[in-house]
């Protein structure tokens, strides 16, 4: 069995009129991390962070909680500090949303196991249950860049895999994720390509933002894309649609 995780960041409005829909069409759950500052006070966010873009409102939030969708943390501010997160957590309890303990996913990929002594401790510790975490490219040797560079301009599946094979969770006891960053620029078939090469019971977290086929910048991925991957995994055999939080369990 092959595990298979939407992880949409922000709680973005296009994620309920888009996304939901067509997972819910499936039923398919995914995880929603939501920064509640940017639900309530949009403003400033869709000036600067999170260009134009609406986010959900607070209903819509809770309808997503509702049908069975992971509702997790991405900061009330967008930050990676502690401070932030339990803002999120006192927030998204006061809208009524009260898991047994949340998920957090980490604004920017941010997160090392070494950067965030205090998150770090906020998992130890069990107010949180899990930390969604990627690569930041800036991080990473000249090699990788040429390759992402190449993968960019070429959408090739073989270099899709390796610059995100790391990112595949083989052990999930560990508490702290990996996840694949979807841009514009990823093709379907790159996507396909990479859940093919997965070893028997590992798992994968695609890392999702704007779900729109107006493509505003690299962090939209069209409707039509995102229709054709769930058909492909509803075709699958083996495969399990699922959240992060079960993930973590
Ligand atoms: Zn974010």
């Not at 906020?122 to 975490?133: A, F, Q």
């Not at 960019?152 to 994720?177: A, C, G």
Request: glycine share 4%.
């Amino acid at each position: 069995m092959k595990r298979i995780i939407f992880s949409f960041d922000d709680g973005r409005s296009d994620n309920f009129e888009n996304a939901i829909p067509i997972l819910d069409n499936y039923g398919f759950k995914c995880t929603l991390n939501v920064v509640s500052d940017y639900i309530e006070n949009p403003d400033e966010y869709m000036r600067k962070s999170f260009k134009d873009v609406l986010p959900m409102t607070v209903e819509q939030v809770k309808i997503c909680a509702n049908n069975g969708h992971e509702i997790a943390l991405h900061g009330h501010t967008h930050k990676n500090d502690a401070t932030d997160i339990k803002n999120n957590i006192v927030k998204l309890n006061s809208w009524g949303i009260c898991p047994e303990k949340f998920g957090f996913a980490s604004p920017y990929s941010y997160f090392l196991n070494d950067n965030c002594p205090n998150i770090s401790e906020m998992l130890n510790s069990g107010e949180i249950s899990y930390i969604r975490t990627g690569i930041q490219t800036n991080r990473k040797s000249l090699l990788y860049k040429a390759l992402l560079w190449l993968e960019t301009k070429t959408h090739n599946n073989f270099l899709f895999w390796i610059i995100n094979r790391e990112n595949v969770i083989i052990n999930s006891q560990n508490d702290v994720f990996n996840s694949v960053t979807i841009r514009s620029c990823t093709k379907p078939s790159q996507i396909k390509y990479l859940i093919s090469k997965m070893p028997d019971n590992s798992s994968v977290i695609f890392m999702f933002h704007s779900i729109s086929n107006d493509v505003k910048n690299m962090w939209f991925w069209k409707v039509d894309y995102f229709k054709e991957i769930c058909d492909y995994l509803n075709n699958g055999k083996d495969i399990c649609v699922t959240t992060t939080s079960q993930l973590a369990k």
